[in-house]
């Protein structure tokens, strides 16, 4: 997998942390499934971060109950996963048509260990490299979806500015009505609590892009409209 996307075995292995202590935040049962000896050595690089664990964990919470409101109201409603990593919502999450892209080494990693025809619900994994993938044409098939939900969950802080803005175009172009939830990092927290972590992202060989003095302003000005914020 390329540098960004082995980063997603942190996540995970925050989520299995997460789930195996006595009182789990978000509680994905599923996640020990892919800490294989790979998953762990990289998740050893970053066990010793206990306050961004937590937050990572709290993130993911968060990210879930959203979507169990929007399920409530849309049953039937379609989620799309934007560098999906080794998310396992489809399996948890009750209704919902999913849609999961990343790295296709990724997906291939993820699909031994939970198999998308084994999911509950209605699962497509799409794989793409985002650097040369044209992602309006990626997901053409679901284009016109009325009420979308599209999920940028870890990765807002690895876009630059040119290849957000590309993104939020294709999102636009696809699904005029979508919603976004994504987490932001800005310019302070990312210097008070994203040092360590940010060396150890480096040494995978991977990193941040830019920092953003006020990152809501600049997704707003995307063409999105800021509705709410934990």
């Given at each position: 997998m390329d540098p960004i996307a082995r980063t997603a075995y942190y996540c995970c292995g925050v989520r299995a942390a997460d789930a195996a202590s006595p009182r789990p935040i978000c509680g994905d049962h599923l996640a020990a499934?892919?800490?294989?000896?790979?998953?762990?050595?990289?998740?050893?690089?970053?066990?010793?971060?206990?306050?961004?664990?937590?937050?990572n964990a709290a993130r993911h919470?968060?990210?879930?109950?959203?979507?169990?409101?929007?399920?409530?109201?849309?049953?039937?409603?379609?989620?799309?996963?934007?560098?999906?990593?080794?998310?396992?919502?489809?399996?948890?999450?009750?209704?919902?048509?999913?849609v999961e892209l990343d790295h296709p080494a990724l997906l291939a990693r993820k699909a031994r260990a939970l198999p998308a025809n084994a999911a509950p619900r209605p699962l497509a994994r799409v794989g793409i490299d985002f650097a040369t993938r044209d992602l309006a044409e990626t997901l053409a098939p679901w284009a016109g979806e009325d009420d979308a939900v599209v999920v940028l969950?870890?990765?807002?802080?690895?876009?630059?500015?040119?290849?957000?803005?590309?993104?939020?175009?294709?999102?636009?172009?696809?699904?005029?009505?979508?919603?976004?939830?994504?987490?932001?990092?800005?310019?302070?927290?990312?210097?008070?609590?994203g040092g360590g972590l940010r060396g150890e992202i480096r040494a995978l060989g991977g990193d941040f892009a830019p920092d953003r003095a006020d990152?809501?302003?600049?997704?707003?000005?995307?063409?999105?409209t800021h509705r709410s914020a934990a």
């Open positions: 499934r892919f800490m294989d000896e790979e998953a762990r050595a990289v998740f050893a690089r970053f066990e010793r971060f206990r306050g961004p664990n937590l937050s919470r968060l990210v879930d109950d959203l979507l169990r409101e929007y399920l409530a109201r849309r049953p039937d409603g379609l989620v799309v996963l934007l560098g999906a990593g080794f998310d396992t919502r489809a399996f948890r999450l009750p209704g919902g048509r999913w969950e870890g990765v807002s802080m690895y876009l630059t500015d040119a290849a957000f803005t590309a993104t939020a175009r294709a999102l636009h172009a696809v699904f005029p009505r979508h919603t976004l939830l994504c987490d932001l990092m800005d310019a302070r927290f990312a210097r008070r609590f990152p809501v302003a600049f997704v707003s000005a995307l063409g999105y």
